[in-house]
Each structure stands twice: as structure tokens, then as C-alpha cells.
């Protein structure tokens, strides 16, 4: 393995590590129901399946999907597969809050985009973006587990097999806190 392959894999491995925490959706949420409008629907009971045409929205909690087009599917257990596509489809949801940080907000667009109640995994194909506070990303496959908060991004694959593009993220300093102001001394005014 050459130097700068190496060091395209370090590079890799270090984004990936400052992104673990990028994407963890509220808990709440996979217990929520699924609202959708859209201009056109049709189902097919016995498939389980529904489509939905024609700047279709669909919000569930925090998630809300703006689409072309979205197909909705439920298995026998009752989890639900979403699969949007669009030029481009849009996405937002909230994450958990954690300790005394409040949830924020986490934006991506594709031209498809699959969720898997299941897997708790929310997948973005061609053209991929994703946002949380000043960080962004950005592929041709974007990965988000919501249950292990990771998060993963590829390129494009060219002749046989080889990265065509590449992965691009910036990965903004956390800020640290402002130091309080010392307490003025006892008397003074």
C-alpha cells in the first residue's frame, strides 16, 4: 500500500471518528406514527405497500422527508421501510439531547433515500449530503445508524471497482465554553 494510500485511510478513519456522534436520532421517535400528503396515492393491501406521488411530505417525530415520490412498506411485524426519491430528496430530524447539550438538528439531501425502521438505519444514494450544526459531509452513499450513532460516507465506484470521486467533510472545532467572570472581591460595589 503506497504512502498516500495510507494516508488517504488515515484521513478516512479520523473523519469517520470526529463523525461517530453526527447522527442520533430521538428515541421517541421510532414510536411515533407516519404522516404523508402527497397529490396522488395508491395502495396495495396485499402487499403492504403504498405509493405516494407528487411533492409528497412525510414526518414521523422529527423526521420529516420531502420527496418526488415515496413508497411506504410494512412487514408482518409491523416495521415500516420507506424508500423517497426526488432531484433532490430532502431530510431533517433531531437527535437525543446529550448531557447538558440539547438535540440538534441533522439535514441531508439525495436523489434516493431509504429508511428502515428495523434497522434503525437511514441510507442516502447519489449526490449525498449531510449536515449536523456546522459539520457537513458529503458522497455518493451516505450510512446513518441511528442506533449506534455511526455514520459512514463513500465515494462513487468507477472501472472496475475504483473510487471514481471523493468523500468530502468538514468537520468544524467544537466550541468550548466561555469561562465564567470571576465573582468581584467581598464589598466591593
Same mark, same amino acid.
Given at each position: 500500500m503506497s504512502a498516500a494510500s495510507r494516508a488517504q485511510r488515515a484521513a478516512a478513519a479520523i473523519a469517520l471518528v470526529a463523525c461517530a456522534?453526527?447522527?442520533?436520532?430521538? =428515541?421517541? @421517535?421510532r414510536d411515533k406514527p407516519t404522516h404523508i400528503e402527497a397529490a396522488r396515492m395508491s395502495a396495495d393491501e396485499a402487499r403492504r405497500m403504498s405509493v405516494f406521488e407528487g411533492n409528497v411530505v412525510l414526518t414521523k417525530g422529527t423526521i420529516r422527508v420531502q420527496a418526488d415520490r415515496i413508497v411506504v412498506r410494512q412487514d408482518a411485524d409491523g416495521y415500516q421501510y420507506a424508500t423517497a426519491?426526488?432531484?433532490?430528496?430532502?431530510?431533517?430530524?433531531?437527535?437525543?439531547? =446529550?448531557? @447538558?447539550?440539547?438535540?440538534?438538528?441533522t439535514e441531508g439531501e439525495a436523489l434516493r433515500v431509504e429508511i428502515d425502521d428495523r434497522r434503525q438505519m437511514i441510507e442516502l444514494f447519489e449526490r449525498a449530503r449531510v449536515r449536523r450544526d456546522q459539520d457537513e459531509v458529503q458522497g455518493e452513499y451516505i450510512a446513518l445508524d441511528q442506533r449506534t450513532e455511526f455514520f459512514s460516507a463513500s465515494a462513487a465506484k468507477g472501472a472496475a471497482g475504483r473510487p471514481e470521486g471523493r468523500v468530502r467533510a468538514v468537520i468544524q472545532p467544537r466550541q468550548k465554553p466561555e469561562p465564567e467572570p470571576p465573582a468581584p472581591p467581598p464589598g466591593a460595589r
Open positions: 456522534g453526527f447522527v442520533a436520532a430521538e =428515541r421517541a @421517535d426519491t426526488g432531484n433532490p430528496v430532502r431530510f431533517r430530524q433531531k437527535s437525543d439531547p =446529550r448531557g @447538558d447539550r440539547e438535540g440538534v438538528w
